[in-house]
């Protein structure tokens, strides 16, 4: 895995690991989240580059994305920010996007540039695992970590395999569906499928999907390495821009982070 992840995963657990979509409302308060983020305590940011067709994203996420396309944000916005926060001193980011705008730019440019810009690894889950080593090769040549999800459904021999390839940590679906805040995340299942995983992996497991409260944060945080949190932090925001929607995004990021170190 990326030198940069490791490290986050020996120093902490469970890493704190906020999402922000790059461009959302607009590219100067997107990289003022990134950095209020960084001051509340996160870990790792996974930074989202606005697709028009995602298969994973919530109708939260989804709309992040439109509003950042409607503006013409595009890869290169992207990657300019990822360098900005990066230079500035942000924790380190994954950018999380879908293969059609990776193909479009160019896999190996694509894996050039965004470790150019300082990016940690690369989150791209429409990529089924028999298709993956084209991209995977390219982002291991640019020692770019590439996460990889398992879902609850996920048989244990897939589980498996696909848990090998991961670098940097698996990313584990918390539910079935897409991201979005959820109610209350059903911990007994996620138990059985972390010690599971924990059977076939000794990789860090970062949980995603439906985590948005504190009291989320704290049922599950005993269980697992990282806590990924995306569509609680763009609804906090909601309605706003610049310093207003940093602090509002900052105000929530500092509570679960409480919750995590709790």
Same mark, same amino acid.
């Given at each position: 895995?990326?030198?940069?992840?490791?490290?986050?995963?020996?120093?902490?657990?469970?890493?704190?690991?906020?999402?922000?979509?790059?461009?959302?409302?607009?590219?100067?308060?997107?990289?003022?989240?990134?950095?209020?983020?960084?001051?509340?305590?996160?870990?790792?940011?996974?930074?989202?580059?606005?697709?028009?067709?995602?298969?994973?994203?919530?109708?939260?996420?989804?709309?992040?994305?439109?509003?950042?396309?409607?503006?013409?944000?595009?890869?290169?916005?992207?990657?300019?920010?990822?360098?900005?926060?990066?230079?500035?001193?942000?924790?380190?980011?994954?950018?999380?996007?879908?293969?059609?705008? @990776?193909?479009?730019?160019? &896999? /190996? =440019?694509? +894996?050039?540039? !965004?470790?150019?810009?300082? $990016? %940690?690894? *690369?989150?791209?889950?429409?990529?089924?695992?028999?298709?993956?080593?084209?991209?995977?090769?390219?982002?291991?040549?640019?020692?770019?970590?590439?996460?990889?999800?398992?879902?609850?459904?996920?048989?244990?021999?897939?589980?498996?395999?696909?848990?090998?390839?991961?670098?940097?940590?698996?990313?584990?679906?918390?539910?079935?569906?897409?991201?979005?805040?959820?109610?209350?995340?059903?911990?007994?299942?996620?138990?059985?499928?972390?010690?599971?995983?924990?059977?076939?992996?000794?990789?860090?497991?970062?949980?995603?999907?439906?985590?948005?409260?504190?009291?989320?944060?704290?049922?599950?945080?005993?269980?697992?390495?990282?806590?990924? @949190?995306?569509?609680?932090? &763009? /609804? =906090?925001? +909601?309605?706003? !821009?610049?310093?207003?929607? $940093? %602090?509002? *995004?900052?105000?929530?990021?500092?509570?679960?982070?409480?919750?995590?170190?709790?």
């Amino acid at each position: 895995m990326s030198d940069r992840l490791r490290a986050v995963f020996e120093r902490r657990k469970p890493a704190f690991i906020p999402y922000a979509m790059a461009g959302d409302p607009d590219l100067a308060t997107a990289e003022a989240i990134v950095a209020a983020l960084g001051r509340a305590g996160a870990d790792i940011v996974e930074l989202g580059i606005p697709y028009g067709d995602p298969l994973a994203d919530g109708p939260t996420i989804a709309a992040a994305a439109q509003r950042a396309l409607a503006q013409g944000v595009t890869m290169r916005d992207v990657l300019s920010l990822a360098k900005r926060a990066h230079d500035a001193g942000a924790p380190p980011i994954v950018l999380f996007t879908y293969f059609n705008p @990776v193909d479009r730019y160019g &896999i /190996d =440019a694509f +894996a050039r540039d !965004a470790a150019q810009a300082g $990016a %940690a690894g *690369v989150i791209v889950p429409d990529v089924p695992l028999e298709e993956i080593d084209m991209l995977w090769g390219a982002l291991e040549k640019h020692d770019l970590a590439m996460p990889l999800l398992v879902a609850p459904t996920t048989p244990r021999e897939r589980a498996a395999r696909i848990a090998e390839r991961a670098t940097g940590f698996v990313y584990v679906v918390s539910r079935l569906g897409v991201t979005g805040a959820g109610e209350s995340p059903d911990v007994e299942p996620l138990r059985a499928q972390l010690g599971m995983l924990r059977t076939v992996t000794d990789k860090p497991l970062a949980i995603g999907f439906g985590i948005s409260r504190p009291e989320h944060v704290r049922a599950v945080a005993p269980l697992c390495d990282g806590i990924i @949190v995306g569509s609680a932090l &763009i /609804d =906090a925001y +909601a309605g706003t !821009a610049g310093k207003d929607a $940093a %602090a509002r *995004v900052a105000r929530l990021a500092g509570e679960l982070v409480a919750a995590a170190r709790h």
